[in-house]
């Protein structure tokens, strides 16, 4: 890694010379040059070609400048190694969007018990080599994150079999609850593997997306979701790179996020960014653009953005990014209108 870079020295809470900005999904469906690629293959077998995995992660560093690349995979690439048949629907060739697809989802104590623990460094090999990949790639231009599910968001895919809501989860929370803390536990053992593996193989930061976490009440996620969520957090601590949380509706719950144990909080558009670095003054913020802003026009974008940049203040520790991913059909020079301005700002 050459000179400090502006996204870990913002993670550390260091001052930078301009603001750093990526974008979640900045890899995806919005750019003409990932289309190009998905018309070749299907999801998962870009997710399990290091090749193509290095190519789609740099293009938009190449494309609008971002000072961080995000690894290209998925928080269920790992699924099939525990024993669940995962399909992305309409994910084959050329095919535009496809939600994920599990033909054998657990709903028993005992599916939960079949459940195996992956072996990166066996089962996910495909991932570890396209971080080398992707960082032969980068040449050092910019930090790369690694990433991984949050036990609960998984969760949700696991037992629901696809992108069909929480209800059958939430429901074994409370007529199961041993089997719950049995599938969380699995799940916290697997995210735990990957990540350490990810940064061993050379990702810089870590981030842990728990974006359906706002579907429980406080009660409950401090019985199902905080103490797995702190354990993960210890384990990145162990590695040594920074660690960031990402969420969606959690705002009313910041102040006891910010004590799980990660250096940096994502945080959505439904909270104002001062609000928010206001209530984890200890901690790194990153957000929080409402990625539908992107849909409209290059100046509403900015204007907005730059709302955002100056809401956010001097103080070191706050990183540009959105509330949750760019969206399907977001003309790309909006991306990199944001991108533009965010970096042209100053105090
Ligand atoms: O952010 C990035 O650029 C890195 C790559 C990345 C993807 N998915 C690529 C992807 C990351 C970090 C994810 C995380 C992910 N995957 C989450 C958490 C973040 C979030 O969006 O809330 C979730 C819930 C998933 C599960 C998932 N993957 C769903 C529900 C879907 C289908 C719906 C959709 O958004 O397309 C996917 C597919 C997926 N993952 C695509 C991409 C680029 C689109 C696949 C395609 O090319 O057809």
């Not at 979640?24 to 995995?53: D, H, K």
């Not at 036990?151 to 041993?178: C, H, I, N, W």
Request: aromatic residues 8%; contains cysteine.
């Amino acid at each position: 890694m050459p000179p400090p870079h502006r996204f870990l020295e913002a993670c550390a809470r260091r001052p930078v010379d301009r603001l750093p900005v990526w974008m979640m999904r900045q890899a995806g469906r919005y750019q003409p040059s990932y289309r190009a690629v998905r018309q070749q293959v299907g999801f998962l077998e870009l997710c399990r070609s290091p090749e193509l995995i290095a190519q789609v992660t740099c293009a938009p560093i190449d494309e609008f400048g971002f000072d961080a690349a995000i690894l290209f995979s998925d928080i269920l690439v790992h699924l099939p190694a525990m024993g669940l048949d995962l399909t992305f629907e309409k994910g084959e060739k050329g095919k535009g969007d496809g939600g994920p697809k599990i033909a054998n989802p657990v709903r028993t104590r005992a599916d939960v018990d079949a459940l195996k623990v992956p072996v990166p460094t066996r089962d996910l090999r495909y991932v570890l080599d396209g971080i080398r990949a992707i960082n032969a790639g980068l040449n050092g231009r910019v930090p790369l994150i690694g990433f991984v599910g949050g036990p609960f968001t998984v969760a949700s895919y696991v037992v629901e079999g696809g992108s069909q809501g929480f209800t059958r989860l939430k429901t074994m929370l409370y007529a199961d609850k041993a089997a719950a803390h049995a599938l969380f536990e699995k799940l916290t053992q697997a995210a735990i593997v990957q990540i350490e593996e990810q940064v061993a193989a050379g990702a810089h930061a870590a981030q842990v997306f728990e974006s359906w976490l706002g579907e429980l009440d406080r009660e409950d996620l401090e019985e199902f979701a905080f103490p797995y969520l702190a354990r993960i957090a210890a384990a990145l601590k162990k590695t040594g790179v920074p660690s960031i949380f990402f969420g969606t509706g959690l705002s009313g719950h910041l102040e006891r996020i910010a004590t799980l144990g990660f250096d940096v909080i994502s945080v959505d558009w439904r909270i104002p960014i001062d609000e928010a670095r206001r209530r984890v003054p200890g901690l790194a913020v990153q957000g929080n653009l409402d990625s539908t802003v992107m849909l409209s026009s290059a100046e509403a974008s900015v204007k907005k953005a730059l709302g955002i940049c100056k809401a956010a203040g001097p103080a070191p520790g706050y990183i540009f990014n959105l509330g949750h991913g760019i969206q399907v059909g977001t003309p790309p020079e909006n991306v990199k209108a944001v991108v533009d301005a965010v970096h042209a700002f100053r105090w």
